[in-house]
Nanobody, 121 residues
Framework: HVQLMESGGGSVQTGGSLKLSCAAS????????MGWYRQAPGKEREFVSR???????TYAESVEGRFTISRDNTKNTVYLQMNTLKTEDTAIYYC???????????????WGQGTQVTVSS
């Protein structure tokens, strides 16, 4: 399985920005998509964003217009630029590598250890 290492988390005030990085141990084009999920205290892990091998991007409604996902295949790295951060963005952010399942759905299958993002008012 691919090893995913997130970095870039930290503490910021509301309205601030952070850029997360996810470095993969394998060529990321091998995976049908790369993406980000997050888990806030006491809540389920939720989808944030994903980017396909064709650079098609998808965002959760809660981050649309504020977050931007991108990828650099030469560095096997995926990024999440987070702007206009809100307190409700506080969570552990996980990088995910997606693979095709038996139903030909592109689903998250490999996970990083996560990086903490804390937004305070």
């Amino acid at each position: 399985h691919v090893q995913l290492m997130e970095s870039g988390g930290g503490s910021v005030q509301t309205g601030g920005s952070l850029k997360l990085s996810c470095a993969a141990s394998e060529d990321i084009p091998n995976y049908c998509a790369m993406g980000w999920y997050r888990q806030a205290p006491g809540k389920e892990r939720e989808f944030v964003s994903r980017i396909s091998t064709r650079d098609t991007t998808t965002y959760a409604e809660s981050v649309e217009g504020r977050f931007t996902i991108s990828r650099d295949n030469t560095k096997n790295t995926v990024y999440l630029q987070m702007n206009t951060l809100k307190t409700e963005d506080t969570a552990i952010y996980y990088c995910a590598a997606f693979t095709w399942n038996v139903h030909w759905d592109c689903r998250p299958d490999n996970w990083g250890q996560g990086t903490q993002v804390t937004v305070s008012s």
